[in-house]
T-cell receptor
Framework: ETGVTQTPRHLVMGMTNKKSLKCEQHLGHNAMYWYKQSAKKPLELMFVYNFKEQTENNSVPSRFSPECPNSSHLFLHLHTLQPEDSALYLC???????????????FGPGTRLLVL | QKEVEQNSGPLSVPEGAIASLNCTYSDRGSQSFFWYRQYSGKSPELIMSIYSNGDKEDGRFTAQLNKASQYVSLLIRDSQPSDSATYLCAVNKSGGSNYKLTFGKGTLLTVNP
């Protein structure tokens, strides 16, 4: 496996279900991110983890719960979601402290989530 | 005012022409700027990054940055049908430890054979 991988690629869940999204980065990076991409909207940053510590929670509802057990793995636990949470959820990683300030984020393929 | 603004398009150009994609941003403290390409149903992939005023060229792509005007653009020379995608402008708002990317909605580019 190379780059950033995400599983599952597609997920359909009911509003009462509990599910988890998984992200793994194989780039040796130390920062990981969750983004939400809805139709007709910009990519929205949800959470940022730097060296396994959460450094950003962009006013995300508590029905989304991130977990970062180590710098290579990131989870997004989902519980009692709403239909408006249906979107593409993207994971990204980057290397903090890169020279020149150009910290580039690399994205995984995303999980397409449909909440019924 | 939106933080990062892009014309949503669609921008339609003939094959072989130059495609010009524009982006403006509101935060004068922004330091790094990125262009991502996103094919339909796929994840964004990095095309160009720039942080100094002026032009930066990479193959058929040229990024242009003007911090005084808070403007960044992407030129694609000799456009190919395979360049048809949504192009996302992303801005890193500040340096130090807060590397937060803010994205525009993207511009849909269609290159006609």
């Amino acid at each position: 496996e190379t780059g950033v991988t995400q599983t599952p690629r597609h997920l359909v869940m009911g509003m009462t279900n509990k599910k988890s999204l998984k992200c793994e980065q194989h780039l040796g990076h130390n920062a990981m991110y969750w983004y939400k991409q809805s139709a007709k909207k910009p990519l929205e940053l949800m959470f940022v983890y730097n060296f396994k510590e959460q450094t950003e929670n962009n006013s995300v509802p508590s029905r989304f719960s991130p977990e970062c057990p180590n710098s290579s793995h990131l989870f997004l636990h989902l519980h009692t979601l709403q239909p408006e949470d249906s979107a593409l959820y993207l994971c990204a990683s980057s290397q903090r402290g890169s020279s020149g300030g150009l910290e580039t984020q690399y994205f995984g393929p995303g999980t397409r989530l449909l909440v019924l | 005012q939106k933080e990062v603004e892009q014309n949503s398009g669609p921008l339609s150009v003939p094959e072989g022409a130059i495609a010009s994609l524009n982006c403006t941003y509101s935060d004068r403290g922004s330091q790094s700027f990125f262009w991502y390409r996103q094919y339909s149903g796929k994840s964004p992939e990095l095309i160009m990054s720039i942080y100094s005023n002026g032009d930066k060229e990479d193959g058929r792509f040229t990024a242009q940055l003007n911090k005084a005007s808070q403007y960044v653009s992407l030129l694609i020379r000799d456009s190919q049908p395979s360049d048809s995608a949504t192009y996302l402008c992303a801005v890193n708002k500040s340096g130090g430890s807060n590397y937060k990317l803010t994205f525009g909605k993207g511009t849909l580019l269609t290159v006609n054979p």
